[in-house]
T-cell receptor
Framework: NAGVMQNPRHLVRRRGQEARLRCSPMKGHSHVYWYRQLPEEGLKFMVYLQKENIIDESGMPKERFSAEFPKEGPSILRIQQVVRGDSAAYFC?????????????FGPGTRLTVL | LAKTTQPISMDSYEGQEVNITCSHNNIATNDYITWYQQFPSQGPRFIIQGYKTKVTNEVASLFIPADRKSSTLSLPRVSLSDTAVYYCLVEGGLSDDYKLSFGAGTTVTVRA
């Protein structure tokens, strides 16, 4: 079984550009979560999605950040007009529909560097 | 979300047992205790979860005393590859407990 897949693993953007991060959950998992980890800090929750629905986006910055999990294809975390402070590791996690949502399976992360 | 406190770092040598204790004084009745492991440049990996007494799997053991105000993750006979950050989380599996709260964790360094 393939685990949670994220791509790209590393992404470099200049200030003002857009960053698109993709996450494919584990097979059979319908819950997707995005977290951000700043250098030397723990992971912080950003958003929780199910297919075609945003369940909780309370951890997302109010501007420039958006997420989706379409019926077909991977979940996308989109950051518009990136700034240097967006440089971080972004992790996606997934969980199956019938289990506790506090047991999550994480991908390898996308490391975003904003120049 | 119950607050947890764990040591910032621990050092050990190959073949030793490593015990990491986590304090969670205000744990709620429906809260479970979960430990994750994170290697550098990787996402966290679920290790073990328990509610009370002792839980054991192929990776670790989790000891939870009767009052549940603390828990101890035990890693038997560690190797160099066990060097990682270990996070203790307390979640209830209800409402918004999908918002896993990762603190600084405990950095375990295993030396030869």
């Amino acid at each position: 079984n393939a685990g949670v897949m994220q791509n790209p693993r590393h992404l470099v953007r200049r200030r003002g550009q857009e960053a698109r991060l993709r996450c494919s959950p584990m097979k059979g998992h319908s819950h997707v979560y995005w977290y951000r980890q700043l250098p030397e800090e723990g992971l912080k929750f950003m958003v929780y999605l199910q297919k075609e629905n945003i369940i909780d986006e309370s951890g997302m910055p109010k501007e420039r950040f958006s997420a989706e999990f379409p019926k077909e294809g991977p979940s996308i975390l989109r950051i518009q007009q990136v700034v240097r402070g967006d440089s971080a590791a972004y992790f996606c996690a997934s969980s199956p529909p019938s289990t506790r949502t506090d047991t999550q399976y994480f991908g390898p992360g996308t490391r975003l560097t904003v120049l | 979300l119950a607050k947890t406190t764990q040591p910032i770092s621990m050092d050990s040598y190959e073949g030793q047992e490593v015990n990491i204790t986590c304090s969670h004084n205000n744990i709620a009745t429906n809260d479970y205790i979960t430990w994750y492991q994170q290697f550098p440049s990787q996402g966290p990996r679920f290790i073990i979860q328990g509610y009370k007494t002792k839980v054991t799997n192929e990776v670790a053991s989790l000891f939870i005393p009767a009052d549940r105000k603390s828990s101890t993750l035990s890693l038997p006979r560690v190797s160099l590859s066990d060097t990682a950050v270990y996070y203790c989380l307390v979640e209830g599996g209800l409402s918004d407990d999908y918002k896993l709260s990762f603190g600084a964790g405990t950095t375990v360094t295993v030396r030869a």
